[in-house]
């Protein structure tokens, strides 16, 4: 990148300067073409590779040598350019990067337990210890967050669903990013707090994704395509779970789910592939760190398989699936509703505005001193880490009844949970409670985190809860058969896991996840039952915890339609698009072109029309070109010429004073500027603000040169401003030159009678902003995002009497009837249409009134 | 359906005969409208609901009882609406029909076991009776199939992939073809032929699904949504897997790769819920039936755990996926071949083609004569059905190495492969290589079979032969850490498994249904890598074999992109698109309209322009919309008014006869009719014939009608024939009148720059047909299913000299440097190209010369 600001400047300063007396109309030209290419502009592979092929090799006598080597490049450059070298590096990287910052948390986490052991005497100073531990921990994540860039705060699953859904976030994908959002996890995740380490891992992987995409760009040009980035965009983000929990399946399948609408078959193998690559190398190291035998499951159980539950116990299943959609439903409202308190209290939020620190080290201290372990956290198992607590759930023995515990070889934890003071029951029960709003709080945290896992704990605890009780209810098991087979409460947790995490973010592959992270997939119905009703209890309630945060960020993303709103089918695009579109006109003279872009509309293309009359849509140009154009007419080169003429017309007049009268008005050289142009500029949206401040340092003067075109202006005329304004007008009345612009032929149309599911599948599965509503040919409307997510969020007001224009009551009952083929209209109703309506724009009171 | 038929019958008797005097020209509007209306048109729901719910209720006591009934029922008709209900009820159809199912092939392979053991003492009665139980079941189950209809033959997985693209196979979704498959798939299966219920079964729950589907249509209108249809379908699909393996979730990813394109996230719990239900349904009936204790996995293994594997392991199950990636394109390959010798030997097709029953009777005497057990069979482990065969290749004992089996307390199937003779790999081996090309000779039978659980035995043997091997060369097992750790063959049987039937089906959830299926995840990373690795292999070779039966069948489908050729990224629609675009023009004339429906294309749409000359596109016709209009002007009723007025002009000659001479000529009733219109609609294509039948009846004259013209026309006139002529062409000269056309006002466009691999995207998302090509609204080609099938199968050839237009070379180094914005062009470059080609139609030789 640096390489090619300096070739920029270079540019600019050898045309500017060198080549200042050249003919500056034509340098006017150049720089307008560059201007549009500049972005796409940079030496591609392509010119690379041919300008490496053809060099003189023929006076050497290595040249044959030389030649077969540069084959064996190009070959080796091509090879690097296929999908699976880029899928395999991604996953390789981010085992590592898993791996490593596990070791990174681990260690953390130990040195904290070893401070707080190591000072077992005084409980003030182990007290101090146990905080101070954790506060260091997040001030600093915080606060390098806030040092490299804030868009490594939070999960990043919302972002990344907008970025796949086609809406550009670049800052969300830098390396400063990645360093923020590596760095600032590892610390946040070592402080012991209820955070998760999933959800940043998507972004981290996408992150990944795309500085390798980047990389790899000096080898093909092929990961320029933008089509291709999304793609391996969505292929990273289920790397990133899959590296996370080593679970593939799962990873692909929850990435596909939470941050996807629309889904290509074509890309099942990418995912799948660079899922298991990473899954396998983040395992492997753990294998050849010795911390584990061999390959096996991160949270692995060990319930019996030959007779995993019974019949009856479904229901108890179900419960519990139930019971855990309600509850994530209430995590995601409770998450929001502290949300929407900080920001919406102007005291609170001006407040920890002016101390930005100081909102994570309060909450951190509030949570760590409830969880100091001699404290109040001795009621809720806080001695132990999120791995064991998890660890301790998931144990096939069941903690309400002694002396029914086998002996196993492996760590139990359960001492944790099994209090001298206080039953199981009490402690499982405190834990849910003070776990659910501390991680409600916590993922709030100007930290990166995520909410996973935490909600993955919090529903483990719920289902041991449940599990428990029913051992308890059937103390020796339930009889079938003649046999009586015993209630394992860990099952109940697994299932709790699965649904609770599934609830809170609307996914059904948690059940997946959690088959793969815990080793036995027996349990694989009561689990599927549990993850699928509170699937179906959440959704009834609430958007999912990231739909949720995408409302809470105001990030343009499209909602997802409810289910069994069956009149979505009944609602039409002309109930919901806008019919004020802005348009240019292919006639249109520049004056027009001037009034549409100062309209300040939000859109960042425009239509164009043949003719106002006709409303033929012929395409759509994208603002930024427009501007390029008034800049073209009215920007600084044609100023210079103007000057430059002047200057000649003066020596002339100086020379012979009476030639001067009436030639140089008629002549173009004559055309005057005009300074408000700027004030355009201004009024345009922050997106093109980049290419402005390009476009702004060629068509703005000098100081220098202003006061010399004031000068020459009044040398030789007594109202200077008059004879400016004049040749504004008249340079403005000029019809417009399309010629150099770039349009867009054949942008997405819809009809008015296509209905609201419809349009909502087009705009998932095309990741469209906006698209234009035709008929015949004709347009007559608009739809961009905004619209139809006020239609699908007002989607029964739209049912409504206020909305609904007249004939709609009628058309329901034809609609019905003819459901299949309803795309398809009479010619001579569209042309009636179309002649009872031929400019439905602002200015016309009819139409309004129509939309009000 | 019959209720239809007899209303249409109804109708036409009512208005034919009883509306006889009535305005004629009236009548054939009216007529016009109800023929374009027929197809949707039945009394929807909502004016059923409607007629019901305002009935004189008043004038009897029990009014409010009614009223509230009445409420109740709409409820309840609301409730049955949601969706939620269909998948649950489609759940518990295809659990119940899977099961029964599942219960008549037993019995009948029970029966052949009981009949061969009860023949013990005579090994030629013994052959006759095994020979003679699958001929007659084989016969039957072909038999049925021809006679209720040959769509159920086969697997149905390419044809619901087919029409879930969005094309309309009607015929495969009917209730006979529901009948006919459940039927002979339950003897072809009890047959003990080496085929599969996987495929036949997605084909059973998505025609469960149409009919149910048709039957709910009672109770809400939404029903008839295509979209919904579609989706239902698709949740159907995943249903058919899952209830024949009790695999949810492999159900729901199989459907999903298998007979997908794109998927919307939206629908992913349709097909979970509707999955679940009818696993859950399915193993619920088994346990009720005590068959089993409790819901298990069908083929249950009993790994260890604690050590599932070493890392060095990893190796030999990538060589296990690879050899078995091989095998899979081979698999394909030789089932071609099979079908492609058959087909294509003139002798033999036509030898069968008169005998259809012979061909499934010898393939299957071929068969069981080679396994009969006493004979060749017993070196191949013939006497165990295809289940027994699996649950002994997941067995945990090791068969090579004698006195290592544990006790267990299941039936051990390995008897059955120690043969005394010789040693297990041999019957391993020769089972292999059997199964091999019976499987890929059995599944050309034209009976209901699938190709996945052959694949899947043969797979899941061929493991077992690797994991054996393994165990002999490791006979102590493999060293690790101090600990020495035996080699389990039935993991690798669980890998091979996986890898063959992913490798022939080209899917990656292979993996996740043997999880299901074994109960056993602890073996996730060797079977992903193995899956993975087969599929790399497989994919390189050959197709998968659903895409290979949908090529052999010539179904309209769109073939997927292969991997990692990025130069379709370069090969643009302009490079592909046919420029021969037939369309009308809204002032064409209809001999022009009734030249472009002779011409004979294959798409069912016409493009409408606004004229030749702007070419300006303004949307789509369907063809049958067009056929209706030249009916209509000359067709029957017109003919019959013109009878009418000639038979009251004649009366009025006989009166006043001097008063004919030259008014009837001017006059629009003297307008003729002309016979070869028939010729139009016998050049149709095959699909419209339906619809045709139904026009026909109604311009076609009955020969008595014909007869009494001809007297009418020889009555006055000397020269009928040339008078005939005269009319039509006057007839044919005047404007079309597109008034009461139905057309699509915003058909699908595309651009010229386009890249093949958006356009394949954009086809498979929005399930496209075809699509228009345009430049700033102009029409200049189009790109059908046809062209994009080309374009993919010869991607390679496109970049080779011949197809590129000369321009392409430039166009690679341009495309490259501005791949991103590459769909914008500037405006006077289509201009320019607009100018040069206006009119781009077959008979231009320019355009010829261009595509040739």
Chains 1, 2 share one sequence.
Request: glycine share 6%.
């Amino acid at each position: 990148m640096a390489g090619l600001n300096q070739q920029e400047l270079q540019y600019e300063q050898t045309l500017m300067y060198g080549h200042y007396t050249q003919d500056l109309g034509a340098y006017a030209k150049e720089e307008a073409a560059r201007l549009r290419e500049k972005s796409g502009r940079r030496p591609s592979a392509t010119e690379r590779s041919l300008s490496l092929e053809n060099p003189d090799y023929d006076n050497g006598r290595c040249g044959k040598c030389c030649s077969c080597m540069l084959r064996c490049k190009k070959f080796l450059i091509a090879c690097v350019g296929e999908d699976w070298i880029f899928l395999i590096l991604l996953g390789l990287f981010m085992g590592l990067i898993s791996w490593g910052m596990d070791y990174g948390i681990d260690y953390c986490l130990h040195a904290q337990k070893w401070v707080y052991m190591s000072l077992e005497n005084n409980v003030f100073l182990q007290y101090l210890a146990w905080v101070t531990h954790a506060v260091v921990l997040i001030t600093f994540s915080a606060g390098f967050t806030q040092l490299l860039g804030s868009h490594a705060v939070g999960s990043g699953i919302p972002e990344m669903k907008t970025i796949l859904r086609g809406v550009v976030l670049k800052e969300y994908l830098t390396c400063k990013t990645f360093v923020a959002k590596v760095v600032s996890l590892t610390s946040a995740l070592g402080s012991g707090m209820p955070l998760g380490k999933e959800g940043p891992f998507v972004h981290i992987a996408c992150l990944c994704a795309a500085m390798l995409s980047r990389f790899m760009s000096v080898f093909g040009n092929v990961y320029q395509n933008k089509t291709r980035y999304i793609e391996m965009l969505s292929a990273a983000s289920a790397v990133g779970l899959a590296s996370c929990f080593a679970a593939p399946i799962g990873g692909v399948l929850f990435s596909i789910e939470a941050t996807g609408t629309v889904f290509l078959v074509r890309n099942y193998w990418r995912g799948f592939l660079a899922a298991t690559i990473s899954a396998l190398f983040f395992r492997i190291l753990a294998v050849w760190d010795t911390e584990e035998e061999t390959i096996t499951a991160l949270f692995k159980t060990r319930f019996s398989t030959d007779f995993p539950f019974d019949l009856k116990e479904l229901l108890a299943f179900a419960v519990l699936g139930i019971a855990s959609g309600i509850l994530g439903a209430l995590f995601v409202y409770l998450n929001r509703l502290i949300f929407e308190f900080i920001r919406n209290q102007n005291f609170i939020k001006n407040f920890f505005m002016k101390r930005r620190l100081l909102y994570p080290v309060l909450v951190t201290i509030l949570i760590s001193t409830l969880t100091f372990p001699p404290g109040f956290g001795q009621f809720m198992g806080s001695q132990l880490t999120q791995k064991e607590s998890l660890l301790s759930f998931f144990d096939n023995r069941t903690w309400s009844k002694p002396g029914t515990a086998e002996d196993y070889d492996y760590p139990d934890f359960s001492y944790a949970w099994k209090h001298p003071q206080v039953n199981v029951f009490v402690t499982l029960g405190l834990f849910v409670f003070m776990k659910f709003w501390m991680s409600a709080l916590a993922i709030t945290m100007p930290v990166p985190c995520g909410s996973f896992i935490p909600t993955f704990v919090i529903g483990a605890a719920f289902g041991r809860l449940a599990g428990e009780c029913m051992a308890a209810w059937f103390p020796d098991g339930i009889y079938s058969d003649g046999t009586v087979y015993p209630i394992v409460p860990g099952a109940y947790a697994v299932a709790g896991a699965a649904a609770l995490s599934g609830a809170v973010s609307h996914t059904v592959s948690t059940a997946v996840i959690i088959f793969e992270l815990t080793g036995q997939i027996s349990y694989l119905l009561p689990v599927m039952i549990a993850v699928i009703l509170a699937n179906v209890v959440a959704q009834s309630f609430q958007p999912s915890l990231y739909d949720s945060m995408i409302k809470i960020k105001k990030l343009p993303y499209l909602p997802e339609l409810g289910w069994g709103h069956n009149e979505k089918y009944n609602i039409r695009v002309k109930d919901f698009m806008t019919r004020d579109v802005t348009y240019i006109t292919l006639n249109c003279c520049y004056r027009d072109l001037q009034d549409v872009l100062q309209a300040g509309d939000h859109l960042k293309t425009l239509a164009l029309l043949k003719s106002s009359q006709s409303r033929i849509l012929l395409g759509s140009i994208e603002r930024v070109e427009l501007q390029a154009v008034v800049s073209q007419q009215l920007g600084r080169p044609r100023r210079l010429e103007y000057l430059r003429e002047r200057a000649a017309a003066k020596r002339k007049r100086q020379s012979v004073v009476s030639h001067l009268s009436s030639e140089g008005i008629s002549q173009k050289a004559t055309l005057e500027v005009r300074f408000q142009v700027n004030q355009v500029w201004s009024s345009t949206p922050r997106r093109t603000s980049l290419c402005l401040q390009r476009l702004h340092s060629i068509f703005c003067l000098e100081p220098s040169e202003k006061k010399a075109m004031a000068a020459s202006l009044s040398l030789h005329d007594s109202s200077p401003r008059l004879q400016i304004e004049e040749w504004e007008e008249s340079q403005l009345d000029e019809p417009v030159d399309f010629d150099n612009c770039k349009i867009e032929p054949a942008p997405f149309q819809l009809v008015e009678h296509t209905s609201l599911h419809k349009t909502h599948t087009m705009f998932s599965l095309l990741r469209l902003d906006h698209a234009y509503v035709t008929s015949i040919g004709r347009l007559i409307g608009m739809v961009s995002l905004k619209e139809l997510q006020k239609a699908i969020d007002g989607s029964l007001e739209v049912k409504g009497a206020k909305v609904r224009p007249p004939m709609a009551s009628l058309r329901d009952v034809r609609s019905s009837s003819c459901n299949i083929e309803i795309e398809a209209t009479e010619l001579h109703k569209l042309w009636d249409q179309y002649n009872s309506r031929s400019l439905p724009r602002k200015h016309l009171p009819s139409d309004s009134d129509e939309k009000s």
